[in-house]
């Protein structure tokens, strides 16, 4: 399947804070939502793919054109940084929409003003695609931006970044600050985009139950590590959360049907969870143990915090 992202072993040093080795993809196609405390390195990593942080370590590919990385000869011989490869990264650029968690635009500026930049900065600008979009939103087109409530600011740059008609959305906490009549209207705009073919969206995000509505795949990272890469269906459909006893624990960690450190444990002061890989296989051979559908967030806390069992 053609990938719209491609990152391989990308690390980057700050003091006190390193990403070490992040590696994700997101296909033609998919929406990839991508997870994590705040401070896990979600931000550094989008912005090293965007090419306004630049990485200390690691390859990134847009499009399927390398766009920051080491030549084949140099990568096991060099202490130097990935080389950015401008050109390549600029008709990247060209082809991606994006949405920071705070408003990027200068705060003087009016809505009005913002189209103006779209239509100076993009080829490709629609300006009667902004326009349906900021009225459908609710963007006065005098309002300035530093008027702009934190809500109001992310649905004017997503009015932005789909006005240039481009082929991945990278998405920084864009359902943030919306109510939730907000944060369906903004999912379902994101799902028409989706059916263009050969789209895609990376998507960042808290809101976990949003991502369950959306994305097809999810990535975790914690202190700067990946912690999991998996498909939703893997999280939604197959996956399961049991709370019980020790000796339900000890049992269904003895019992052979899951390899090892494939559950996850919390000890809790009244009841263990557990998270399970295949709640249906757990359910067939421990009937009396009640085995609850496990969201993403269960799924990343556990991973999070849970021993391996």
């Not at 629609?126 to 006065?140: I, M, Q, V, W, Y």
């Amino acid at each position: 399947m053609y990938d719209l992202v491609k990152v391989e072993g990308l690390g980057k040093r700050y003091d006190g804070f390193a990403l070490d080795r992040v590696s994700l993809k997101v296909p033609a196609g998919c929406v990839v939502g991508f997870v994590g405390s705040n401070g896990a390195g979600k931000t550094t990593t989008i912005k090293s793919i965007l090419g306004i942080v630049r990485p200390d370590a690691g390859n990134i590919a847009l499009f399927g054109e390398p766009t920051c990385g080491y030549a084949v000869d140099d990568a096991a011989s060099t202490n130097a940084a990935p080389a950015v490869h401008e050109a390549a990264l600029a008709r990247a650029k060209a082809r991606i929409g994006v949405v920071f968690d705070t408003c990027p635009f200068p705060t003087g500026s009016c809505v009005v003003d913002v189209e103006r930049i779209g239509r100076f900065a993009f080829p490709t600008w629609r300006a009667r695609t902004f326009k349906e979009l900021a009225g459908a939103f609710g963007l006065d087109a005098k309002k300035q931006v530093n008027d702009l409530s934190r809500g109001m600011g992310m649905k004017l740059q997503l009015a932005f970044a789909l006005a240039h008609a481009p082929e991945l959305l990278v998405l920084d906490e864009v359902t943030a600050g919306l109510d939730p009549l907000a944060r369906d209207e903004v999912l379902d705009i994101l799902r028409d985009f989706m059916a263009a073919e050969g789209h895609g969206i990376l998507m960042s995000s808290h809101i976990t139950s949003d991502l369950e509505k959306i994305a097809d795949y999810v990535v975790c990272i914690d202190e700067g590590r990946l912690v999991f890469s998996c498909a939703v269906d893997d999280i939604t459909d197959a996956a399961g959360l049991v709370r019980c006893g020790a000796a339900d624990v000890a049992a269904i960690a003895s019992s052979g049907l899951f390899a090892p450190g494939a559950l996850r444990v919390a000890r809790g002061s009244y009841a263990h969870e557990v998270l399970v890989p295949d709640r249906a296989l757990l359910s067939e051979n421990f009937p009396q143990v009640a085995c609850e559908r496990a969201s993403i967030d269960d799924y990343m806390r556990l991973m999070l915090k849970g021993e391996a069992r």
